[in-house]
């Protein structure tokens, strides 16, 4: 199979086909990833939680997000590897590029960033620098303790709006892939179809040009997940077989079901 990019990924958009993202944070990992036909690899700031034992993703730091990138970039070959640029990395334009630049230097190919329209200065800086930009909009992690915990986003009227006009906006800018992650399907279904870049959601159904999971939550290993995690390790042979069934899940369009989703 050839190396998945931007490019790729946004025919598969144009032609209605479906692809999937998987967070990972390690070589070994990432070869079973590939082997298991996923078009893209987050290398996420999740890792606080998963790997790290933090309660959130606030104390990652770029030089972890470094590492483990580099970690990632050498176990694979054929995904997208895209790194997020972890909580107080990129607050003025000049320090995201600094950071945006370390991580791609790492082994990353795009650098995803949480937020609104605030940060376009950014992504248009990150693209003049070739530095390939994912943006994240309705539940943002590292915003949660000014959101009040990990709520569903956009379910108001003026919210949603909000969140439209954010996604209008980064794409703008040049972002050249979207997160958007626990928002209603209905919202996620309109900004899907009035973006031209593709939308990859988690906990926003399944009209998204692309669904990501945390790799520990697919595979059972997180004690405690979200509504719109499925375990793929039930009923599979190994773990190769559990991201084979979830890449199969998402192209196909069985995930997420409406028990994954919010209304």
């Not at 972890?64 to 990395?89: E, L, N, Q, W």
């Not at 973006?195 to 159904?205: D, Q, S, Y």
């Amino acid at each position: 199979m050839s190396k998945v990019n931007i490019l790729s990924l946004l025919a598969k958009k144009q032609n209605q086909q479906k692809f999937a993202m998987v967070t990972c944070y390690d070589a070994s990992f990432a070869q079973l990833v590939e082997k298991a036909g996923i078009d893209a690899i987050l290398v996420g700031d999740s890792l606080g939680m998963v790997l790290q034992g933090h309660d959130s993703t606030l104390p990652v730091a770029v030089s972890d997000m470094a590492y483990h990138t580099a970690c990632v970039s050498r176990g694979c070959h054929r995904p997208v590897i895209i790194s997020d640029m972890p909580f107080g990395s990129y607050n003025t334009t000049e320090q995201c590029l600094n950071n945006a630049t370390s991580l791609m230097r790492s082994g990353a190919h795009m650098v995803k960033l949480e937020g609104g329209s605030w940060l376009c200065d950014s992504i248009r800086q990150l693209n003049r620098a070739g530095i390939p930009v994912c943006g994240h909009l309705g539940l943002t992690p590292q915003s949660v303790n000014v959101l009040g915990g990990y709520r569903i986003q956009g379910r108001e009227d003026s919210q949603a709006k909000a969140i439209l006009d954010d996604a209008l906006a980064l794409e703008a800018a040049g972002a050249a892939l979207l997160v958007l992650e626990c928002v209603p399907r209905k919202l996620a279904a309109e900004i899907t179809s009035a973006l031209k870049i593709p939308v990859i959601g988690i906990g926003a159904g399944n009209e998204t040009d692309a669904q990501v999971l945390v790799l520990h939550d697919l595979l059972g290993i997180t004690e405690k997940t979200a509504r719109f995690v499925r375990n793929f390790a039930e009923g599979s042979s190994s773990i190769a077989d559990a991201l084979g069934r979830y890449n199969d899940a998402v192209v196909n369009g069985s995930f997420p079901a409406d028990e994954h989703s919010f209304d």
